[in-house]
């Protein structure tokens, strides 16, 4: 079965410091792989994904993340973080031809000016 | 509107009651899903819709809960006799085709509370 586990529940950093936001998986099948971000009072968008092209994958505002299969890995990362990138973010595998994804815990991220 | 859009956006209910909470999807998407989001936790699966019938199913906790699409646009998810630990923030969320890699357009969610 698939699954993802992010390591954090919380993560801290200063304004233009680097984001890293860790993400797991575990898949029998090679994995479609997403992180959504919400937003206070939003609801979650997309940041960006893998599917099997690139194994770095730019998202919006900044992101990105690269797959890296012999770690089973899919971190988040923003090389310098602003005020606004506050939020929650969730890391998904995608499990089946129907789009169902199951999403990790979420990490909390805070910027401190 | 353009984006998913969920009714009502807070429900406080009494333990045993009825609930009802409605998903409109952007127009045009087949593909609808339910989730439930438990404080601090990540959304769970509930169920998923592929136009009018359910395509999966596996993720409704029990037999209290039921969900319908009935035109393949609208859906409602239904929670009879609702408990305490039925409290929390049910996402709907649409995709264009339902494919493994498209992207799901998230509602800002029904917060469920039961006294």
């Known amino acids: 079965a698939q699954s993802v586990t992010q390591l954090g529940s919380h993560v801290s950093v200063s304004e233009g410091a680097l984001v890293l936001l860790r993400c797991n998986y575990s898949s029998s099948v090679p994995p479609y792989l997403f992180w959504y971000v919400q937003y206070p009072n939003q609801g979650l968008q997309l940041l960006l994904k893998?599917?099997?092209?690139?194994?770095l994958v730019k998202g919006i505002n900044g992101f990105e993340a690269e797959f890296k299969k012999s770690e089973t890995s899919f971190h988040l990362t923003k090389p310098s973080a602003h005020m606004s990138d506050a939020a929650e973010y969730f890391c998904?595998?995608?499990?089946?031809?129907?789009?169902?994804?199951?999403f990790g815990q979420g990490t909390e991220l805070s910027v401190k000016p | 509107g353009a984006g998913v859009s969920q009714t009502p956006s807070n429900k406080v209910t009494e333990k045993g009651k009825y609930v009802e909470l409605r998903c409109d999807p952007i127009s045009g998407h087949t593909a609808l899903y339910w989730y439930r989001q438990s404080l601090g936790q990540g959304p769970e699966f509930l169920i998923y819709?592929?136009?009018?019938?359910?395509?999966?199913d596996s993720g409704l906790p029990n037999d209290r809960f039921f969900a319908v699409r009935p035109e393949g646009s609208v859906s409602t998810l239904k929670i009879q006799r609702t408990e305490r630990g039925d409290s929390a923030v049910y996402l709907c969320a649409s995709s264009l085709a339902g494919g493994p890699t498209g992207e799901l357009f998230f509602g800002e969610g029904s917060r469920l509370t039961v006294l």
């Open positions: 998904a595998v995608s499990v089946n031809q129907g789009g169902k994804l199951i």
């Open positions: 893998y599917t099997s092209a690139a194994t």
């Open positions: 819709f592929q136009g009018t019938g359910a395509a999966d």
